[in-house]
């Protein structure tokens, strides 16, 4: 590894914080506009528009690549059935059925799912740093869902909806592990402009089914405002951050970064919209900021430092 390439993998560690961040703030802008389109209507005009200026993006850069597209289709394929197809229609499907802190819940757990199946599947290696990481970040989650009151967790019951928030969580546990298997080699950039682009095609044929399209033309400037953020900043960049992070420091290390999604919801409410937050709900946001910089920043630091101290040994050679 060179060292400019050290540099970029030094820097994925700080912009994989964007990535809950945008996410975290679409939840608030999705909820407001699935008021006025159907879920499936939505989340086509917000991958379908991703997806086109993603490939004005890769046409403009010289990126697309044939070659790739034809060796490594079927990878690249499921990608898009699992990670931008399945999961969001299970996801908002599911938001009719249940409420949203079953779904936070449930969801929390896909660290734990992508580090084993990492793991187990892909050899990547479990360190003592990880499994602290890992254990204070899913405990801040927990801290923050429950509101700081553990009547919050037994008051909590399954039904219709949580079966289909598990499948979203297996949708999204399946994506992060092919997306490792797949990106070797190949642009972020590409990957992220293909899953996009096919799978706004499956949620448009879903739509079809959910709702009425002539809706749309009635959307308020309010939700095109929110349509765009979605589009720009919670699908374009941050779907384009997450598979790099995903192709440079490996599916469980990026995964925990997922834990901040329900966190950053949480005080953008508190910002935007004057929701109450507890010293619990704080101090569970404490444990996740901490847990994610210790599983990932002080590990990527340590390895990149013998990098570059064997590229230093061999320059010397």
């Given at each position: 590894m060179s060292i400019q390439s050290a540099e970029k993998s030094k820097k994925i560690y700080?912009?994989?914080?964007?990535?809950?961040?945008?996410?975290?703030?679409?939840?608030?802008?999705?909820?407001?506009?699935?008021?006025?389109?159907?879920?499936?209507?939505?989340a086509t005009l917000r991958f379908g528009s991703a997806g086109l200026l993603l490939l004005i993006i890769v046409l403009l850069r010289g990126e697309w690549?044939?070659?790739v597209l034809r060796s490594r289709w079927l990878g690249l394929f499921l990608m898009a059935i699992t990670g931008i197809f399945s999961y969001n229609a299970f996801f908002f499907i599911a938001l009719k059925y249940t409420n949203a802190v079953n779904g936070s819940l449930i969801m929390a757990t896909s660290p734990v799912f992508i580090t084993l199946g990492a793991i187990f599947f892909l050899s990547e290696i479990w360190n003592k740093r990880l499994g602290v990481g890992?254990?204070?970040?899913?405990?801040?989650?927990?801290?923050v869902i429950m509101q700081g009151s553990f009547q919050t967790l037994l008051s909590l019951s399954f039904n219709k909806g949580d079966l289909l928030f598990m499948a979203a969580l297996a949708s999204w546990v399946i994506h992060g592990l092919i997306g490792k298997v797949v990106m070797q080699g190949v642009s972020p950039l590409f990957t992220t402009t293909i899953t996009t682009l096919i799978g706004s095609i499956f949620l448009a044929i879903g739509s079809f089914f959910d709702g009425e399209w002539k809706a749309v033309l009635a959307m308020s400037g309010q939700s095109w405002l929110e349509m765009i953020y979605m589009v720009v900043f919670a699908t374009v960049i941050g779907f384009l951050l997450w598979n790099m992070g995903i192709h440079q420091i490996g599916a469980s290390?990026?995964?925990?970064?997922?834990?901040?999604?329900?966190?950053?919801?949480?005080w953008i409410a508190v910002?935007?919209?004057?929701?109450?937050?507890?010293w619990q709900q704080l101090f569970g946001m404490i444990l996740v900021i901490t847990g994610v910089f210790i599983?990932?920043?002080k590990n990527g630091l340590?390895?990149?430092?013998?990098e570059k101290q064997v590229m230093i040994e061999d320059y010397n050679q």
């Open positions: 700080f912009l994989l914080f964007l990535v809950p961040l945008f996410w975290g703030g679409a939840f608030g802008t999705a909820q407001h506009v699935i008021t006025e389109i159907s879920p499936l209507i939505a690549n044939w070659t890992l254990f204070l970040s899913l405990t801040g989650v927990f801290l290390k990026a995964s925990i970064y997922m834990n901040l999604v329900p966190i950053n919801a949480g910002l935007l919209y004057g929701e109450r937050i507890t599983a990932t920043y340590k390895k990149q430092k013998i």
